[in-house]
């Protein structure tokens, strides 16, 4: 019988920095809190190491929504890779609003090592944006 | 000095390509007309890579400002290279000029201040130049060359129009809905046939390896995909973010008039309202702004 799933799930690739947002995530997942499950999480050493073309490349491939998630300023484990994470990031969600996306696709989050709650917060109301927005069809690859 | 880079004239009249003299005797076949618009620049990667000798360049404000760009990425040694500045006062379209007088009548064509002298046929004709002018130089800010050894004559004044049209077309894209938006650019990039045209010209795409040329990883698709294309069009506007001199040389040579400087223009206006202006090339020491930070910056995200 074939399957008929009337909910659009959407995919989300989110890049978490190891020093807070993948800890942040951790604790979400230790404190037994349930976020969506449409997020697939991508650990990177820093925020300031997401090359724009992984955000693009991960569209194309399939996501139809990407999340950089990383220290709030000032905390940065690097001293200041979020500084340039938040210039770099900030063009480039312009641009893509520029280019006739839907700006809530790409979406630049500060989730601290402590922040389990917000992390899951987030996750949810990412997803639900995303829900409603529908699929991305406009940076997917038509391979 | 073992060679000059300047431009000599093709067999037509809309015809003035980058030429390298390394005779002396040869100096006279070098000219400086309306179309002398193709930038040098991007030729003396390939010769301080190949060659240890100095070498001379002829430059426009708009090249000038290139040079600047080379030295700032590290690229260029400043030493092994004698800069002779030539103030510009605009470069003529072809198209323009094609659209107006039978092609195939035209014979010369001559910028003389601010008139265009064309012969045609045997007859001479005056025009007002500004009518004639390509689109990127009637923009032109900075038609001055900003570094250089030598200049060859008295500088000229910056247009009028310079600083009123800057943004218009990209305000005038801005203004567009969102999926009006997307489907503008889609009908601009459909026509891109990928020759990297843009990127070959540009003095700020000099990467020793570009991206896009790398076989691993591999981030550009061979295939004539529309999201491939639209991804490439986004990290070559990204890369040249804040890096971008607005001389306007990707959009002029691109064969299928993708209007790539609504793409560079828009990422200097967001660069320019929210971290301050700056203008790249014009200082071959300061900080691009994406290669620095302020504790205070504002985000386009919500930073709760």
């Given at each position: 019988m074939p399957v008929v799933n009337e909910r659009f799930e959407p995919l989300i690739v989110a890049f978490c920095c190891n020093w807070c947002s993948y800890a942040g995530a951790d604790l979400a997942g230790i404190s037994r809190m349930s976020y969506a499950s449409n997020v697939r999480i991508i650990r990177v050493p820093c925020s300031s190491r997401v090359n724009p073309g992984f955000i693009i490349r991960a569209f194309q491939r399939g996501a139809d929504g990407v999340l950089v998630a990383g220290c709030h300023p000032g905390d940065c484990h690097y001293h200041s890779g979020n500084f340039f994470t938040r210039r770099r990031l900030t063009v480039l969600k312009q641009m893509i609003e520029y280019l006739g996306i839907e700006p809530q696709r790409f979406q630049v989050r500060w989730i601290s090592g402590s922040e389990g709650a917000k992390f899951a917060m987030v996750m949810n109301s990412v997803a639900e944006e995303i829900r409603l927005l529908g699929p991305n069809r406009k940076l997917r690859d038509v391979r | 000095m073992a060679a000059v880079i300047g431009w000599r004239k093709k067999d037509f009249w809309w015809q003035s390509p980058v030429v390298f003299l390394?005779?002396?005797?040869?100096?006279?076949r070098l000219v400086w007309d309306p179309f002398t618009v193709y930038s040098p620049v991007k030729f003396l990667l390939e010769w301080q890579a190949s060659c240890a000798a100095k070498v001379g360049i002829f430059v426009k404000g708009c090249d000038s400002r290139g040079i600047n760009r080379l030295l700032q990425d590290k690229r260029l040694e400043r030493e092994r290279v004698v800069v002779y500045g030539v103030p510009c006062g605009g470069k003529a379209d072809a198209e323009k000029i094609r659209a107006s007088f039978p092609a195939k009548g035209i014979k010369d064509v001559t910028l003389l201040g601010e008139q265009l002298v064309l012969t045609v046929g045997d007859r001479e004709v005056r025009v007002a130049a500004e009518a004639y002018l390509l689109d990127k130089c009637l923009t032109c800010r900075h038609p001055n060359p900003v570094v250089y050894d030598k200049l060859l004559w008295e500088e000229v004044l910056p247009r009028q129009r310079a600083d009123e049209s800057r943004f218009a077309r990209v305000q005038a894209v801005a203004s567009l809905a969102t999926e009006e938006r997307f489907f503008y650019w889609q009908r601009q990039f459909e026509r891109c046939i990928r020759c990297f045209a843009c990127r070959n010209t540009c003095p700020a795409c000099n990467c020793r390896v570009c991206i896009f040329d790398q076989a691993e990883p591999r981030w550009l698709g061979k295939a004539n995909d529309p999201a491939d294309t639209l991804n490439y069009h986004i990290i070559r506007a990204f890369h040249v973010a804040g890096r971008c001199f607005e001389c306007g040389e990707c959009e002029r040579i691109c064969p299928a008039g993708v209007p790539l400087q609504e793409l560079n223009r828009k990422l200097i206006k967001d660069i320019n309202e929210a971290y301050g202006d700056y203008e790249a090339g014009l200082d071959a020491t300061d900080q691009p702004p994406l290669g620095t930070y302020r504790g205070e910056d504002p985000a386009g995200f919500d930073e709760s």
């Open positions: - | 390394e005779d002396p005797a040869a100096a006279h």
